[in-house]
């Protein structure tokens, strides 16, 4: 057997390792900018266009405070005990934290708006529930 034979061999092998590679990069950028557009889509649909803004933030403690700092479904709280604290002293939680969120009871997607009429406060797992998959943090 010839020496180029064989290196005619490794060259084609490394060739379709070379094309896999380039092939699996398109596809993860292609993802990349899937995901990018979706979320210029999402944010959109959101007061100054993200859930980031003042007005979101305003928003959402307006509909927290309005059901009571408790989940509507199943009641839990997610108020904190009132402490005395020194004056310039920041704010420091205590009790039990479970996590509030605000979920739309018309998605967005379905023709819903961010009336506050249409906002309602739940705990993680019923948001989770209500929603059919979990749920992360703020995304990365």
Request: aromatic letters at 8%; proline letters at 6%.
């Amino acid at each position: 057997m010839s020496s180029g034979g064989f290196a005619r061999r490794i060259t084609k092998a490394f060739a379709r390792a070379i094309a896999r590679a380039l092939a699996r990069s398109a596809a993860k950028r292609a993802r990349r900018e899937e995901t990018r557009k979706y979320w210029r889509w999402h944010d959109s649909l959101y007061p100054c266009g993200s859930t980031a803004s003042q007005e979101w933030a305003n928003l959402r403690m307006m509909v927290i405070r309005r059901d009571g700092y408790r989940c509507v479904s199943c009641g839990r709280t997610g108020r904190f005990p009132r402490r005395r604290r020194a004056w310039g002293e920041p704010f420091q939680p205590e009790g039990p934290r479970i996590g509030l969120q605000v979920d739309h009871i018309r998605p967005l997607s379905r023709g819903g708006t961010n009336n506050p009429a249409n906002l309602q406060t739940l705990c993680k797992s019923c948001h989770e529930r209500k929603t059919g998959r979990p749920l992360t943090g703020p995304r990365e």
